[in-house]
C-alpha cells in the first residue's frame, strides 16, 4: 500500500499547481481520500475529501472556491487543482486515505511542497 | 477553529513512560470519540497509531495506548525505545466533516 505525491514546486502569488497522488496497493474505488496540508510550524490542516462515490467532495473552509478535488480511478490517482495560490498556501500537502468510520487517516502519502512566493 | 493544543516537546529515557496531552474543547476532543494520534520521522509519511480515543491499527506495538478525559486526549508511550523518537500529532472529529489537528509534539529519546 503505497501514496506518492508530485506536482509541488515554486509558484507566483495568484498562479495555479496540479498536484497528483499516484495509489499503489488499493483500489480508490473503494476508499474515501483527503489531501491535508502542514505549513511550516503549524498544525496540519485538512483541506479536501473525496467520497468512494466519485462525486461527494468537502472542503475545508480555507480552500473552498479555489481548490478542486477529483479522483481517475483508471489510472487509480488522485488530484488536487489549485487556483490563486497565496503565500499562505506555502506548505507540505499529503494525499490520505480517509476511514469515514472512524475519522482518521490509515495511510498517507510522503508529501510533495508547494511554495508560493515572488 | 483553533488548533488542538499539544506540547511542543517531551522526553523520556528508555524503558520509561511517557505521555502526550492533546487539548480541545467540547465542540471536538470531548464532544467525540474520534481522536486519532500519528507519528511522524522526519522525511517519512505520518503514520496513524491509535484512532477512535483508545484503537490501535493491527502492526501498532501495544506499548502506544490512547485515552480522553473531558476535552483533553493522551497518548502514552511505554517502554521507551529509540525509534520511538519521532513528532507526535493529534486530531479530532469536529463536527460537519471538519477534522482539526494538533500542532505536534517532538519526542525526544534521551
Known amino acids: 500500500v503505497q501514496l506518492v505525491e508530485s506536482g509541488g514546486g515554486l509558484v507566483q502569488p495568484g498562479g495555479s499547481l496540479r498536484l497528483s497522488c499516484s495509489v499503489s496497493?488499493?483500489?480508490?474505488?473503494?476508499?474515501?481520500m483527503k489531501w491535508v496540508r502542514q505549513a511550516p510550524g503549524k498544525a496540519p490542516e485538512w483541506l479536501a475529501f473525496s467520497g468512494t462515490d466519485g462525486t461527494t467532495t468537502w472542503y475545508a473552509d480555507s480552500v473552498k472556491g479555489r481548490f478542486s478535488i477529483a479522483r481517475d480511478n483508471a489510472k487509480n490517482s488522485l488530484f488536487l487543482q489549485m487556483n490563486s495560490l497565496r503565500a499562505e498556501d506555502t506548505a507540505v500537502y499529503y494525499c490520505?486515505?480517509?476511514?469515514?468510520?472512524?475519522?482518521?487517516?490509515?495511510?498517507w502519502g510522503q508529501g510533495t511542497t508547494v511554495t508560493v512566493s515572488s | 477553529q483553533s488548533a488542538l493544543t499539544q506540547p511542543p516537546s517531551a522526553s523520556g529515557s528508555p524503558g520509561q513512560s511517557v505521555t502526550i496531552s492533546c487539548t480541545g474543547t467540547s465542540g471536538d476532543v470531548g464532544g467525540y470519540n474520534y481522536v486519532s494520534w500519528y507519528q511522524q520521522h522526519p522525511g517519512n509519511a505520518p503514520k496513524l497509531l491509535i484512532y477512535?480515543?483508545?484503537k490501535r491499527p493491527s502492526g501498532v506495538p501495544d506499548r502506544f495506548s490512547g485515552s480522553k478525559s473531558g476535552n483533553t486526549a493522551s497518548l502514552t508511550v511505554s517502554g521507551l525505545q529509540a525509534e520511538d523518537e519521532a513528532d507526535y500529532f493529534c486530531s479530532s472529529y469536529a463536527g460537519s466533516n471538519n477534522l482539526i489537528f494538533g500542532g505536534g509534539t517532538k519526542l525526544t529519546v534521551l
Open positions: 496497493g488499493f483500489s480508490i474505488t473503494t476508499y474515501n
Open positions: 490520505a486515505r480517509f476511514s469515514y468510520a472512524s475519522k482518521s487517516m490509515d495511510v
Open positions: 477512535e480515543v483508545t
